[in-house]
């Protein structure tokens, strides 16, 4: 991240929290980001570059994918969505980070399913984990690829991670993207082929 983008990026934590989500197909004409921070932003050169970025950030998660029907999400937090270790339902799952501290995770090993299956109505502060120095914390433009449970082959294996604290005196600014499962042409009755 330059870093012009970075400290004009930082003026981005004034601004209320926000949430924003799109669902889209990358392979489509004209199908792009802008839904996500149209009227957020003030700097044209701020916006221009997380263009960009989010669309590279996609190509890269389409072509592991293998197909381009996303979901897309673009939050200014301003408090923690998900303090315990979890893994998600989803397929794949990419986060980054663009300014706030960044998603914590464990690689497998030091995750322990058994508290995790449990945990719903628990205090998980470092439940579940092995051992606590094995906690890593992506930093700011950092690119996350985390497999979850429905990833063919990966039941009860997703990558096990959590928010990291966020206030109003520290936000984040997160996007993720989801895989979005492609409708069969029966199902999406468009007329194209898929």
């Known amino acids: 991240m330059p870093a012009s983008i970075k400290d004009s990026l930082q003026l981005v934590q004034s601004l209320s929290p926000f949430k924003r989500q799109i669902s889209l197909d990358m392979h ?28 590279e950030l996609a190509l890269d998660f389409c072509s592991l994918l293998g197909h381009g029907h996303l979901s897309a999400t673009l939050a200014l937090l301003d408090r923690t969505m998900c303090p315990r270790w979890h893994a998600d339902h989803v397929t794949m799952r990419l986060l980054c980070t663009y300014f706030g501290a960044g998603t914590e995770f464990v690689e497998n090993r030091y995750a322990d399913r058994r508290p995790l299956q449990r945990m719903l109505f628990q205090d998980t502060q470092g439940y579940g984990i092995r051992d606590e120095s094995a906690v890593q914390s992506a930093s700011p433009g ?14 009860g294996f997703g990558a096990v991670h959590r928010s990291p604290a966020a206030s109003v005196e520290a936000p984040r600014l997160v996007f993720t993207l989801d895989e979005a499962m492609p409708l069969s042409a029966e199902e999406c009755h468009c007329g194209k082929l898929h």
């Open 28 to 55: 489509e004409e004209g199908q792009g980001f802008s839904g996500l921070i149209d009227g957020v932003l003030d700097s044209l050169e701020v916006e221009q570059w997380l263009l960009q970025d989010m669309q």
């Open 142 to 155: 950092d690119v996350l690829y985390l497999k979850g449970h429905a990833f063919p082959g990966n039941a």
